[in-house]
């Protein structure tokens, strides 16, 4: 869900078929980084065929979810600039709400799920600040259809960022103004025995980044997933463990130009006109949940972008934790870090290029602590406050490790509704 809690995990990825779906407030499960969502697909007529064959069917299972949430925020560095650049250094309070509503549909040889969420920031000091301004949508769709023990499926989302355009053309620089898109195939096995449920991803994605087409690219993406989940039953509860791993590799095409460095590390970068950058995104993702009377994640990844442009290749290294327990007052309190730490392949790297960061509502692709806590009020609602700081991720140069001047705090208050019709 955009805007959701601070326990959601930095990147969107599809849940594993058979994985248990926590609530937001107790989930711990964290899934590994997709490099880009999924597209949502010119496949409108055959969805409908499947809705209305799943509608028509007695033995289809249908259930209905629906979250809303609003509440007032502080950013202390809202148009998310790094410490130096002291004019657009501005903090700032302002009202955000979300929500979403979903549908899955559900037979033995076939299943369907939609979704919408929707999410927005309005900033009230105004006047540069408007560039800040933010409404977030994402759509999507999944269906399956079983096959003697193997299933297949087709992904796809659709996730676009609408801001306002900026009096001052500069703040264009800072903005995340963007449109992302991509489907995929999907086959996928349960988990048998000592065998785990294996998934095997397939697609094509793309992304147009509207304050500078530069960063536009297309390509495609697979990977390969495999699930280990086991439970354990006690006298007072049942606890499940889950253990994961998954590789994703994407091919990405840009629509800007490549560079290329000198030999020496003063020499300066140059653009080369005559090719496009492009570049192999590889991600090796290892994760270990835990489910019980509390739950917690902790996960470790490694990412390898092979770029031809000389001052965009890096090394990066996610190292995170998270767990949620429930402390007094039938109050649950989250707690999440992720630190990473990336090698560059030249020092030019360091320098700023106005890449847009990762695109979701409250995370962001940098190191953060964050602290969760929820309390329900009722069946469907609860309210929610949230406490997090943002710095930029440790690079590790050539001479020394090297840490830029970013930080960034948010605190929420929020009240949510939820609504889940298996639940009544």
């Given amino acids: 869900m955009v805007g959701g809690a601070l326990g959601l ?14 609530s937001t407030q107790r989930s711990a499960l964290a899934l590994p980084p997709r490099s880009r969502p999924t597209r949502l697909c010119g496949c409108t007529l055959s969805a409908a065929l499947v809705v209305s064959g799943l509608m028509g069917s007695a033995a289809a299972a249908r259930r209905w979810t629906a979250n809303a949430e609003a509440g007032p925020e502080y950013d202390s560095n809202a148009l998310r600039v790094a410490g130096d650049d002291r004019s657009r ?26 979704s919408y969420s929707g999410g927005g920031k309005l900033f009230l000091r105004g006047g540069s600040l408007s560039a800040a301004d933010e409404y977030v949508q ?20 659709y996730y676009e960022v609408f801001q306002p355009t900026p ?43 509207k304050p500078n087409a530069e960063f536009d690219f297309h390509g495609p993406l697979g990977s390969v997933a495999a699930r280990w989940r086991w439970s354990t039953a006690a006298e007072t509860a049942a606890s499940a463990w889950t253990l994961g791993a998954t590789f994703t590799l994407g091919r990405r095409w840009f629509s800007g130009q490549r560079t290329l460095c000198r030999a020496s590390e003063q020499g300066g970068c140059i653009r080369d006109p005559s090719v496009r950058r492009a570049d192999w ?20 990844g490694l990412e390898l972008n092979g770029s031809n442009s000389d001052n965009q290749r890096y090394l990066r290294h996610i190292v995170g934790m998270r767990f949620t327990v429930p402390i007094i007052w039938a109050v649950y309190a989250s707690l999440e870090s992720v630190v990473q730490v990336s090698s560059f ?37 609860s309210l929610v406050a949230r406490w997090a700081v943002y710095v930029n991720e440790s690079i590790a140069a050539t001479t020394a490790l090297t840490r830029l001047g970013f930080v960034r705090q948010t605190a929420l208050l929020a009240l949510r509704f939820a609504f889940d019709s298996d639940a009544r």
């Fill in 345 to 381: 392949r030249r020092s030019a790297a360091l320098e700023p290029t106005g890449q847009p960061f990762n695109p979701l509502l409250d995370e962001e692709n940098r190191s953060r602590l964050g602290v969760y806590l929820g309390r329900e009020l009722s069946a469907r609602w």
């Fill in 167 to 209: 009096d001052d053309g500069t703040l264009k620089t800072v903005q995340r103004d963007l449109r992302l898109a991509s489907a995929s195939l999907r086959a996928s096995w349960a988990q048998r025995g000592g065998w785990p449920a294996l998934v095997l991803d397939a697609g094509y994605q793309g992304l147009h980044f």
């Fill in 281 to 300: 995104d590889q991600l090796l993702w290892f994760q270990l949940g835990y489910e019980g009377p509390a739950t917690a994640a902790w996960w470790y």
């Fill in 9 to 22: 995990v930095l990147y969107y990825n599809p849940p594993v078929p058979g994985l248990t779906r926590l």
């Fill in 89 to 114: 250094l501005l903090a700032s309070p302002l009202l955000r709400i979300s929500g979403d509503l979903a549908l899955a549909l559900g037979a033995p040889t076939h299943a369907l799920a939609l």
């Fill in 138 to 157: 994402r759509a999507l769709l999944a269906g399956s259809w079983g096959l003697a023990g193997l299933r297949l499926g087709l992904h796809g989302s």
